[in-house]
């Protein structure tokens, strides 16, 4: 009996183990059939199922599919640096990157449909990524093949551009290092990579989980329509009878211009100042951190401090230069910030100007002095139209036709269009302009698939992200500002779109950031013009044109409060060069006291104030590409008003003008100097006086 038992336990050990080895061996192929499916979408000419790719099964071997595409390309770069010197070609250098276009997706992903799946995969593959980037970054026998590929092939001009770019790159990341010194770079790279993810995970976690009720709306009434239906539906969704606010800007900024009791106001102001600053959450040790890590690279390759280094690929060569560009702008700025704060305080009879009262009097004192009223501008400004003329404005200025297409994305929200210029498919580009919980804040435009060289076929896909408050009853309607960024990052996406050459090495994202901006901002000015106005401002409901006298109302406005924005803009502007240029602070207590004493400095209202901990959700400079560099959008500025200065000379709307710009600037990318290809456009040098009188900095 005993034998019976035993031998009747290892049929069932061994019928157990079988079913085992045969589910695991079934998902083995289910992964291998998901990852071939994986690599013919990547080869796709045409545009890219984002269901599929963004699907559950396929975030399950994300990682696994990383991995693969990885070591072939680290086999590929090992393949050519075998090769004899002589034996390099051209094309070795600009082959396609399955693995960046794949990570790319991956990146996307976790930036607008946010999970604990997916930003474990990021976590997971950003650091065998920079691995990767530093080991062919790094590597001394690539390099000596790039030298000897310019020195002695015969190569196009843009060719030509590829290498010097790519030899001047390895350069600065200082491939020149060896043994300790090149390890320890590759080392504070990898740790930097994994602080700036962890920094932008941390605020979006703290973003996610942020709610702000209102029992009654006896407070809140007056706020727009549209934001307190959009608060009463997410109460609702959770069975409640309140009002919920969320962190997206609409909700905030519309408690801070409309809710009539001041302590409420100070307490949302001060709640958002302090996202990302206490326990686990906390992104100030991570800040110090940060900021330590890239002195030391600095200095590993040979710059007195990482501001230096930023500015290598900048428009400004020195953090002087900036620094004296910051206090210039900031000094005629502030001379106007505090007309206008005098100006409030004189009409509502206050003694002093709290930084939790300023949107609210701002908006007061509109309505009630200049009787203009931003909820009455809102119902003019209806999304879909807003879109549509956006598009048409760029047909106008660059000859660019948008047709929406019929497919199916990651999100219901996000629209796709087939875009073409003279004929010719150029790109395709996705609209993704609502805010979710799951969407990183903010808004940004990327590239998500690049074209390939001399292939007319396979054109970029492109995309814009932004944050609008989407209405649950009826048209989405617009502030101002939200069109604003519409325009601002659809202007990068044209930048993307208007390339006519072959090479994605050249692409605009890696021009000059002081002119990277230009586009975008340029795209803004539009907006405030009449001719404008009168063709986008129509009541939503009563689909009649706005009163004349409603748009001048706005004119007279177009520069209210222009003083303070600078200011704070130059606040941080000035706060981002000054922590990459001096020592780092050694503490969290040393870091916020350092950032009220730049404040301070630049006499803007926010100044000593406890709850201001702003840094630690300034993802721009501490977890994007901005580090030492925000004063580009200031530089950007200048530039910007410069050249719409010759849009208004010629005609706005002049063709010829459109594509005078194009073919100087935007479908250049980066195959000259920022500054060549402004003075191309202008004739001259920038003259930063035209900034400062369309601001009324000067007269």
């Given amino acids: ?70 070591e072939e390309e680290k086999s590929r770069f090992d393949d050519i640096i075998s090769l004899d010197k002589e034996s390099v070609n051209f094309a070795d250098i600009i082959s396609e990157s399955k693995l960046d276009v794949f990570y790319g997706l991956m990146s996307h992903l976790n930036n607008v449909l946010n999970s604990e799946e997916t930003q474990s995969n990021i976590s997971v593959c950003k650091p065998k990524i ?45 491939v020149h290092l060896e043994g ?89 102001i001060d709640q958002n100042m302090l996202f990302a600053t206490s326990w686990e959450l906390d992104n100030r040790p991570i800040i110090l951190k940060l900021i330590e890590l890239r002195q030391e690279k600095a200095k590993l390759l040979g ?3 990482y501001a230096e280094l930023s500015l290598v690929k900048k428009m400004a060569e020195t953090p002087e230069e900036v620094i004296d560009l910051l206090k210039e702008v900031g000094e005629k700025a502030e001379l106007k910030m505090e007309a206008e704060m005098l100006e409030i305080r004189d009409y509502f009879d206050i003694d002093e100007l709290n930084y939790y ?17 931003d909820k009455l501008l809102k119902e003019y400004f209806q999304y879909d139209k807003v879109v549509s003329y956006m598009f048409d404005l ?23 269009y087939e875009v073409s210029r003279n004929g010719k498919k150029i790109a395709h580009y996705i609209l993704d302009p609502f805010y979710r919980e799951t969407k990183r804040s903010g808004a940004w435009a990327n590239i998500l698939r690049p074209q390939i060289a001399n292939n007319d076929d396979r054109v970029p896909v492109t995309v814009n992200v932004s944050s609008v408050l989407k209405s649950t009853d009826g048209p989405t309607l617009l502030t101002f500002n939200s069109m604003k960024t519409l325009f601002h990052e659809f202007g990068h996406v044209l930048h993307f779109m208007l390339y006519e050459g072959n090479y994605q090495e050249l692409n605009s994202m890696r021009l000059e950031w002081d002119a990277i901006e230009l586009p975008s901002q340029l795209m803004e000015n539009w907006l405030k013009e009449e001719a404008v106005l009168l063709d986008i401002w129509e009541h939503y409901k009563t689909w009649e044109k706005i009163p004349m006298e409603l748009i001048e109302k ?26 990459y240029t001096n020592n780092p602070p050694s503490s969290v207590d040393e870091l916020d006291q350092k950032v009220i004493d730049i404040n301070n400095n630049l006499g803007s209202i926010i100044r000593d104030i406890e709850t201001y901990k702003m840094h630690a959700q300034f993802s721009h400079i ?30 706005i709307f002049n063709p010829e003008t459109g594509k005078r710009f194009v073919d100087t600037l935007l479908w250049q990318w980066i195959r000259k100097k920022a500054r060549d290809m402004f003075v191309d456009f202008m004739g001259r040098d920038l003259d930063p006086e035209v900034y400062y009188r369309k601001k009324g900095f000067i007269k």
Wanted: with cysteine.
């Fill in 554 to 579: 706005k004119h007279k406005l177009d520069n209210f409060n222009a003083g303070f924005v600078e200011v704070r803009q130059t606040q941080l502007a000035m706060m981002d060069m000054e922590l």
């Fill in 130 to 174: 920079i691995e990767l980037s530093d080991y062919m970054g790094l590597n001394r026998d690539y390099y000596d093949r790039l030298v000897f590929l310019r020195k002695n092939t015969k190569l196009t001009k843009d060719q030509t551009r590829v290498l010097d770019r790519a030899i001047e790159n390895m350069e600065i990341r200082w």
């Fill in 180 to 268: 300790k010194e090149k390890s320890k770079l590759e080392e504070i790279n990898k740790e930097l990579s994994i602080l700036s993810e962890q920094y932008k995970q941390n605020l979006l976690d703290e973003q996610k989980s942020y709610s702000y009720y209102f029992e009654t709306d006896e407070v809140i009434k007056d706020l727009p329509k549209d934001v307190l239906e959009n608060a009463k539906k997410k109460a609702e969704d959770k069975w409640k009878t309140w009002w919920e606010f969320g962190a997206d800007s609409a909700s905030t900024i519309s408690i801070m211009k409309y809710c009539n009791d001041e302590e409420i106001r100070k307490d949302v």
């Fill in 394 to 416: 760029a047909n106008k200025l660059f000859g660019i036709n948008m047709k929406q297409l019929d497919i199916s994305t990651y999100h219901p929200d996000a629209k796709v």
């Fill in 357 to 373: 009262n300023l949107a609210f009097y701002t908006r007061k004192l509109k309505e009630e002095k200049y009787d203009l009223d």
């Fill in 1 to 70: 009996m005993l034998e019976e038992q035993i031998a009747e336990e290892q049929d069932l050990t061994n019928n157990k183990s079988s079913m085992i080895t045969e589910e695991v061996s079934a998902n083995i192929e289910t992964n291998l059939a998901l990852k071939d499916k994986i690599r013919q979408e990547l080869d796709k000419q045409w545009f890219l199922d984002f269901q599929f790719l963004f699907s559950k099964e396929v975030i399950w071997v994300s990682v696994e599919m990383f991995d693969e595409l990885l």
């Fill in 622 to 651: 501490f977890a994007g590409g901005y580090s030492a560099g925000y004063y580009s959008y200031l530089r950007s500025r200048l530039l910007d008003a410069d050249v719409y200065s010759v849009f208004q000379k010629e005609w």
């Fill in 303 to 305: 710059y007195k401090n």
